[in-house]
């Protein structure tokens, strides 16, 4: 069973940090690249992030470039979002999603949501003012 578990959300103030982990089962991690998306109330769901694990390469929404980082470890099969600088504007549920990569490094758009295979649950990120 494919299983991805966003969890590390909570409440915090503006200018705060939290870090999200995404834990993957399921399938064959090396294989997929991770995203990360949210969705703020009566928005539509938006990336944020992206992972490459055929090379590396990352991908950030233009709204969190230089205040989020992506990363993983894969012996863990886990991919981690660590934001800073928290906006108000941060707020919404955070999911992880995973999009498969038939050419290591090679992905069509991987800030497309509608290009990912496989959904968790998200985790509820608020920024307070």
């Known amino acids: 069973e494919v299983q991805l578990q966003a969890s590390g959300g909570g409440l915090v103030q503006a200018g705060g940090s939290l870090r999200l982990s995404c834990a993957a089962s399921?399938?064959?991690?090396?294989?997929?690249?991770i995203g990360w998306f949210r969705q703020a109330p009566g928005k539509e769901r938006e990336a944020v992030s992206c992972?490459?694990?055929?090379?590396?390469?990352?991908y950030y929404a233009d709204s969190v470039k230089g205040r989020f980082t992506i990363s993983k470890d894969n012996a863990k099969n886990m991919v981690y979002l660590q934001m800073n600088s928290l906006k108000p504007e941060d707020t919404a549920v955070y999911y992880c999603?995973?999009?498969?990569?038939?050419?290591?490094?090679?992905?069509?758009?991987?800030?497309?949501?509608?290009?990912?295979?496989?959904w968790g649950r998200g985790t509820k990120v608020t920024v307070s003012s």
């Open positions: 992972l490459s694990n055929g090379d590396g390469t990352t």
């Open positions: 999603a995973a999009i498969r990569e038939l050419v290591p490094g090679r992905l069509g758009d991987p800030l497309n949501k509608y290009e990912y295979d496989y």
């Open positions: 399921g399938f064959a991690f090396d294989d997929y690249a």
